[in-house]
């Protein structure tokens, strides 16, 4: 099998503009759900992956791995690696374009091991849009925004309405979250008003 990769995107898109009110350059990116795997703080063993909207339609990530990624002694799980892909590309369409999309395909290239205490940079860009379909994809280099390349991943997100979500998924855990956030919107339009009344 060569490694000669398909065009990308893979059908003719219209580029992916960043939607006005998405986070400007250089804004951290909370943690999205406090039970997600990939990016919250609820979950010990998770990725805890932070990410930073970066100039053009980026985002830049990062997650260190630990003990509890491995596959091999010592070594990265790939799951786990194409997990962390996952995030960082949902991440960047989520809060790029805040249209709510979930992954259809996920493909994956692992160039190089990334060992236990390693921390993987992760570079996400927006590559264009068809309709529903989002295309996305990302290079993740070992230990340093300019470190080599460990790992690179390709993804079609799909846009779905939020019935997908409360349909399929948990809709107390949904209920939560919303109340969660509504709360964070009023604790942020308080402290403006006490900055700038
Ligand atoms: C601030 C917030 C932060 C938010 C931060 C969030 C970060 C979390 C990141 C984690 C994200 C996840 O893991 S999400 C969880 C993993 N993913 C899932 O569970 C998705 C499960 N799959 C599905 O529910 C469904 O198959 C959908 C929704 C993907 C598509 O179903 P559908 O709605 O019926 O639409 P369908 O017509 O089939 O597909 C629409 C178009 O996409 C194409 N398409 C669909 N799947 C594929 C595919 N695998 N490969 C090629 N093409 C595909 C179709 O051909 C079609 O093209 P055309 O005919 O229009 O040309």
């Given amino acids: 099998m060569s490694r000669v990769s398909q065009p990308w995107p893979p059908v003719p898109v219209e580029p992916a503009e960043a939607h006005p009110k998405a986070p400007p350059a250089g804004t951290e990116l909370g943690v999205h759900f406090g039970e997600c795997f990939g990016c919250g703080d609820e979950v010990e063993s998770g990725l805890h992956l932070r990410?930073?909207?970066g100039e053009g339609q980026t985002v830049h990530s990062k997650f260190t791995v630990t003990a509890a990624h491995q596959g091999a002694p010592g070594l990265a799980h790939g799951?786990?690696?194409a997990c962390a892909f996952d995030e960082a590309?949902?991440?960047t369409v989520g809060n790029l374009l805040r249209r709510p999309?979930?992954?259809g395909k996920l493909e994956t290239d692992f160039r190089r091991p990334v060992p236990v205490g390693s921390t993987l940079y992760i570079a996400t860009r927006l590559d264009g849009?068809?309709?529903r379909k989002?295309?996305?994809s990302a290079d993740g280099h070992l230990d340093a925004e300019d470190g080599p390349i460990a790992v690179s991943a390709r993804a079609l997100f799909v846009v779905v309405g939020f019935e997908h979500f409360s349909n399929h998924g948990d809709?107390?855990?949904l209920e939560k979250l919303a109340a969660?956030?509504?709360k964070a919107k009023r604790a942020r339009e308080q402290r403006e008003w006490e900055i700038n009344p």
Wanted: glycine share 12%; hydrophobic share 50%.
């Fill in 51 to 53: 990410s930073r909207v």
């Fill in 79 to 81: 799951g786990l690696l």
């Fill in 89 to 91: 590309l949902g991440s």
């Fill in 101 to 103: 999309a979930v992954t």
């Fill in 129 to 131: 849009i068809a309709g």
């Fill in 134 to 136: 989002i295309y996305v």
């Fill in 171 to 173: 809709p107390q855990a």
């Fill in 180 to 182: 969660a956030h509504e």
